[in-house]
Nanobody, 125 residues
């Protein structure tokens, strides 16, 4: 069974940091472009960041540029989202997703094939 599992969410104070992980089971993430998305209560899901299967291309939403960093570790079959300088408006359920693309491509507007169940991130004092 092909699965993506997110972890690393939690409650953090404004200005704090969290690192989310997206681990795959049943398939090799190395062949997939990975995206991170989030959905806050009452809002539509939005793209946060993505990384190509080669790891050489990344994209970020304007709202997180300079604060979030996406990376991948093929040996661990895992993709990470390092989130620094967190703000209350970053509060949401964060999801990772996978799609097969040309190795240097990634995009948050793509139709993704596999999705995780999400992990809650709450930024509050």
């Amino acid at each position: 069974q092909l699965q993506l599992v997110e972890s690393g969410g939690g409650l953090v104070q404004p200005g704090g940091s969290l690192r989310l992980s997206c681990a795959a089971s049943g398939f090799t993430l190395a062949y997939y472009s990975i995206g991170w998305f989030r959905q806050a209560p009452g809002k539509e899901r939005e793209g946060v960041s993505c990384i190509s299967s080669s790891g050489g291309s990344t994209n970020y939403a304007d709202s997180v540029k300079g604060r979030f960093t996406i990376s991948r570790d093929s040996a661990k079959n895992t993709v990470y989202l390092q989130m620094n300088s967190l703000k209350p408006e970053d509060t949401a359920v964060y999801y990772c997703a996978a799609v097969r693309l040309f190795p240097t491509m990634c995009g948050m507007q793509r139709k993704y094939d596999y999705w995780g169940q999400g992990t809650q991130v709450t930024v509050s004092s």
